[in-house]
């Protein structure tokens, strides 16, 4: 035996505290995992979206281009939907505008209200926009559409984040 021996009070305590500090360690592990796990995971390769859009197929005229992405709620994945308008300009440089209108979040149209031909045109109260994405003075909207950024892989289109004007 050694010459320090342990009295049966320095025993239970320390047996106490090692059983104490595996029992916090056991609750606080899932605590710091839940919020370090975040930044430990791999962040996708891009932040463009593909589309089935192919470039050499945009003309003057907008068009309508859906989308899918996938999208990452904590545990939770669902696959969303997206909408672009898309279209080349006069000096042949393609622009991706968000049909979401800036006055109450309604999606706007091309060229759907008869009476204002070659605009956009927002249903819920009467808002205009030009082909460019710029408000028509007088209407609801109270600034121009979004922009996406976008860039060409492969002949296809991919879509940034919208950004305003």
Known sequence: MSKNRV???????????????????????????????PVLQAKGESDFIPTKQKIDEITTEPTRVDYTFEQVDAWYTSEESGTAWVYKDDKG???????????????????????????????????????????????????????????EVDGFLYLGKAEPR
């Open 93 to 151: 440089e393609i622009v991706a505008l968000s049909p979401v209108c800036k006055h109450l979040g309604c999606v706007v149209n091309w060229d759907s209200d008869k009476s204002n031909p070659d605009h956009f045109y927002c249903p819920c109260h009467g808002g205009l926009y030009k082909k460019d994405g710029m408000n028509v003075p007088g209407t609801p909207p109270i600034a121009p559409l979004d922009v996406f950024s976008f860039k």
């Open 7 to 37: 009295s049966r009070r320095q025993f239970l305590n320390y047996t106490l505290t090692g059983v104490g500090g595996f029992m916090a360690a056991g609750m606080l592990m899932p605590m710091v995992r839940f919020a370090v796990d």
